[in-house]
């Protein structure tokens, strides 16, 4: 009996993993105790959670049902409002096709997954490194520096644009990939910033004990650290890769060779040579954004689960 | 040689004192720890002693002295080079890995062979009775569990030195009595040196086979535990040490016919005659008596069993706590209070007049202005 009561108390991570979480059943009572909200407001609260959504996910349906609709049905409706309107009438499967065909997608879509893999690594392995040192050593200067770091995501990256365009193609640099992957290796300012307080948190003792047991300095990032701090490297993962995935400016400035093009920019190219096909845009459209929903599916349980930092008492 | 020697170190921290001044946290230790010894560092919060622990360790650079481990002076020892294994205060198991990889990350970073890594850590496993849960991480585990597997982690090692930072203070009173005994057995077992910190002094007096006491950063006294409790080298020592703390009263050293007494206002104690030559120059001067709740006695009590009994002082009885085989009683004499542990049998109800003794033999006097003990 002691043992257990120790366990529960002890192995109470930051959030409470979904085994541990009470049934929806038996956990009325106890949400309303936290939360303090009775079922009215319960109601009221999220009418107008659905009523804020609405306005959000308008463009999206839209979206999606345009890329299902024919010519005839999507100028039929543009005159008036109606909810009915959205629903395509007959559903007009064949945009897909005719979509996925209208451009050299499978290869913007290759190109694309190319940079994302690459950028993700860099992002993480050079982001979790500079934090590491933030967080974890002391050396003179550390908060100026940090703060330093920190200032720099206040730069709109307008202001920088042309210099480092200058400066890429100083070392000919453009019209390769390099531009778009290489300052993912040198570590970004937000990931940093989250990392870095992520690390904070981490028990003091667990490096401390590694060093006793014999680990460097690199080791104890590596096998200890690093590990215990999946959660945050997710979120930076997925970040990174969202900001890949969309990236439009950076293949604008630095690809010029069509074999080249990520998804977004041959998006936008198709925009502008197929710009009055309105249903077979909307169509890749949908595609171009259902990688990242499935992503997030699959991604979103990592933001949610706490982290294991049980192998300490506190 | 698994000896440990402080010589004359020191460690402030800079810019941590209220005005951004450096703060001493150990100030001059020497302290010799003997081979196959279990010595207790216990003290009060910011004493220093987990500071020393860590200095020990290499977790700490002192600021000035020498440290040695065996004949080795380890200043510039890395902590994984100074042969010793540490038991943190929250274990700093990691979490990520299993008990197996817990207790055999150390010998893998060492390039141990495979064989040999396994067979130390199944036998420290067995002997913590660990086996059921080799494959198990740490967030799976009771908290006397973890404990045991921190303690497996340093014993795979094979060190020279234990070094244990509050091992117990995390787990209920009731496993931590249970364990105080397992790790006693288990030190005597291995025959390693131990360091043991801690703030409990039951945890000091039952584990030690020496303890040091320190306070401010200083060592106060480093001896066997009864060595401690019945001959405290200054007041810090004599209050610290010991449950209920020793009573205090303030007094005066006189002499009169022959007999010198500690005049302490509302009443008197002879000193014991093998003592007064020592007490020549104290004639006349203000010191302060102590004496251990559990060294007074209802008078005419048959539990007393000391050699002289002083006679007998009327005190008053505010307040009685039963615990049981013992009592603890609150008294008050004139307008001073003490604190006594006598036995259940006494039949003085809370607000009655009870005559009381002290054990004459086992009272204390300290000089007032050093606090160092006189007798």
């Not at chain 1, 999507?74 to 959205?86: H, R, V, Y």
């Not at chain 1, 920088?160 to 300012?189: D, E, K, N, Q």
Request: proline share 6%.
């Amino acid at each position: 009996m002691i043992n257990n009561s120790v366990q529960m108390e002890i192995g109470k991570p930051a959030k409470a993993p979904s085994s541990m979480r009470p049934t929806q059943k038996s956990s009325s009572a106890m949400q309303k105790r936290k939360s303090g909200l009775s079922f009215g407001e319960h109601l009221l609260a999220h009418s107008a959670l659905l009523l804020l959504a609405i306005p959000a996910l308008l463009p999206l349906l839209w979206m999606v049902s345009t890329s299902l609709k024919s010519d005839k049905q999507i100028f039929a409706t543009s005159s008036k409002f109606s909810l009915g309107a959205f629903i395509p009438h007959p559903a007009v499967w064949q945009n897909y096709p005719v979509a996925v065909h209208a451009a050299p997608f499978g290869m913007y879509l290759e190109n694309t997954i190319f940079l994302c893999v690459l950028t993700v690594i860099g992002a993480v392995l050079s982001s979790s490194l500079v934090a590491y040192g933030f967080a974890r050593i002391d050396f003179p200067f550390k908060n100026v520096f940090f703060m330093l770091m920190i200032s720099t995501m206040a730069i709109p990256p307008q202001v920088s644009m042309i210099p480092v365009f200058a400066m890429f193609r100083w070392l000919h640099w453009y019209g390769t990939y390099l531009p778009l992957i290489v300052p993912a290796f040198c570590g970004a300012p937000f990931y940093i910033f989250l990392l870095t307080q992520f690390y904070r948190n981490l028990p003091a003792e667990l490096s401390e004990a590694a060093r006793i047991d014999g680990a460097g300095e690199f080791r104890i990032f590596w096998q200890i650290i690093l590990p215990l701090s999946k959660p945050a490297l997710a979120t930076c993962a997925l970040f990174q890769f969202l900001g890949t995935w969309n990236d439009f400016v950076g293949p604008l400035i630095y690809i010029n060779d069509p074999s080249r093009y990520t998804l977004a920019y041959g998006l936008q190219q198709l925009v502008s040579t197929h710009g009055g096909e309105w249903a077979s845009l909307m169509a890749d459209t949908t595609l171009f954004i259902v990688p990242i929903i499935i992503l997030f599916f699959f991604t979103q349980k990592s933001f949610v689960s706490g982290i294991a930092t049980t192998g300490s008492k506190n | 040689m698994g000896s440990v020697t402080f010589s004359n170190v020191f460690k402030r921290f800079e810019g941590s004192g209220r005005s951004g001044g450096s703060t001493t946290a150990v100030n001059d230790l020497c302290l010799e720890i003997n081979d196959r010894e279990f010595m207790v560092l216990v003290g009060p919060s910011g004493c220093g002693k987990t500071t020393a622990l860590r200095m020990i360790a290499g977790l700490e650079t002192q600021s000035d002295g020498d440290i040695l481990i065996g004949e080795k002076c380890v200043n510039s020892v890395s902590p994984r080079d100074r042969d010793i294994a540490m038991v943190f205060q929250n274990y700093a198991l990691y979490p990520h890995m299993s008990v197996r990889d817990n207790m055999s990350f150390a010998l893998k970073l060492r390039n141990l062979d495979k064989k040999e890594i396994d067979r130390r850590v199944d036998d420290a496993a067995e002997l913590l009775g660990l086996q059921p849960m080799l494959q198990r991480r740490p967030g799976q585990l009771s908290g006397g569990q973890r404990q045991r597997v921190a303690l497996g982690r340093a014993i795979v090692r094979e060190p020279q030195v234990f070094l244990m930072d509050e091992p117990l203070s995390n787990l209920d009173a009731c496993l931590r009595v249970q364990t105080r005994a397992e790790l006693i057995k288990l030190h005597r077992r291995l025959g390693i040196t131990t360091i043991y910190v801690t703030h409990d002094q039951v945890e000091a007096m039952t584990m030690g086979d020496r303890i040091a006491v320190m306070s401010g950063g200083v060592l106060q006294q480093c001896a066997a535990p009864m060595e401690i409790y019945n001959h405290p080298a200054n007041m810090f020592v004599a209050g610290f040490i010991g449950t209920p703390s020793m009573n205090f009263f303030k007094g005066t050293v006189k002499q009169a016919g022959g007999q010198m007494t500690v005049d302490c206002g509302s009443f008197a104690v002879p000193v014991r005659t093998s003592l007064q030559s020592t007490l020549g120059d104290w004639i006349g001067q203000p010191v302060v008596f102590g004496v251990r709740p559990s060294d007074i006695y209802p008078s005419g009590s048959n539990h007393f069993q000391g050699g002289a009994a002083s006679q007998p002082i009327t005190t008053v009885l505010d307040v009685s706590e039963p615990m049981g085989d013992i009592v603890t009683l609150y008294l008050t004499i004139g307008n001073q209070s003490m604190v006594a542990t006598v036995s259940s049998d006494h039949s003085v109800k809370d607000g009655q007049a009870m005559d009381i003794v002290f054990d004459l033999d086992k009272t204390h006097l300290f000089d007032p202005e050093t606090e160092k003990a006189i007798y």
